[in-house]
T-cell receptor, first 113, second 113 residues
Framework: DSGVTQTPKHLITATGQRVTLRCSPRSGDLSVYWYQQSLDQGLQFLIQYYNGEERAKGNILERFSAQQFPDLHSELNLSSLELGDSALYFC????????????FGPGTRLLVL | GESVGLHLPTLSVQEGDNSIINCAYSNSASDYFIWYKQESGKGPQFIIDIRSNMDKRQGQRVTVLLNKTVKHLSLQIAATQPGDSAVYFCAENGGNAGNMLTFGGGTRLMVKP
């Protein structure tokens, strides 16, 4: 158990819908990262937050957004969902923002029908 | 763009043998490298990391070797056990803003009893 929690574990929805994925980092960690894992793209970095502020952005679609709250939990919002958004979404956390180990949560499996 | 890749998609070894998983990276600015293990249905689990000022680092039954000249990273697992069966990913943090990781495509390690 990494100490990072993610909810829900599974999510099934329809195209065009919007969903919110939630992540709680390890106790004391200030950075949260979101990754998408699909069969054809592998693990792709989406976005990083550090202590409530956006720190780095990767290949995140404009339909996707995230935020980190004062209690340091984070939410990833996915809107106007398409079939191709079906994937595993992982959250990771680290103590700060430098060369540090990122610990991954168990992931949320999203299926868009 | 810059990427991290793996030479072999599947590696099959006999229980008790040593395993070597290889990874090539192309970003010469990369200064931090990590190996993760991912079991079916779980998030990536940290195994070992190495910084660019090191050539070798050892953990419990695992060793990571870094050859900056040819931009090559390897993970050696001693006395491979059935529990080592998983997909292994290398990742690099190319000195970018924040701490985003770029992952390789993964190698599946299968341990035969």
């Amino acid at each position: 158990d990494s100490g990072v929690t993610q909810t829900p574990k599974h999510l099934i929805t329809a195209t065009g819908q919007r969903v919110t994925l939630r992540c709680s980092p390890r106790s004391g960690d200030l950075s949260v990262y979101w990754y998408q894992q699909s069969l054809d793209q592998g693990l792709q970095f989406l976005i990083q937050y550090y202590n409530g502020e956006e720190r780095a952005k990767g290949n995140i679609l404009e339909r996707f957004s995230a935020q980190q709250f004062p209690d340091l939990h984070s939410e990833l919002n996915l809107s106007s969902l398409e079939l191709g958004d079906s994937a595993l979404y992982f959250c990771a956390s680290s103590a700060r923002q430098g060369w540090e180990t990122q610990y991954f949560g168990p992931g949320t499996r999203l299926l868009v029908l | 763009g810059e990427s991290v890749g793996l030479h072999l998609p599947t590696l099959s070894v006999q229980e008790g043998d040593n395993s070597i998983i290889n990874c090539a990276y192309s970003n010469s600015a990369s200064d931090y490298f990590i190996w993760y293990k991912q079991e079916s249905g779980k998030g990536p689990q940290f195994i070992i990391d190495i910084r660019s000022n090191m050539d070798k680092r050892q953990g419990q039954r695992v060793t990571v070797l870094l050859n900056k000249t040819v931009k090559h990273l390897s993970l050696q697992i001693a006395a491979t056990q059935p529990g080592d069966s998983a997909v292994y990913f290398c990742a690099e943090n190319g000195g970018n803003a924040g701490n985003m990781l770029t992952f390789g495509g993964g190698t599946r390690l299968m341990v035969k009893p």
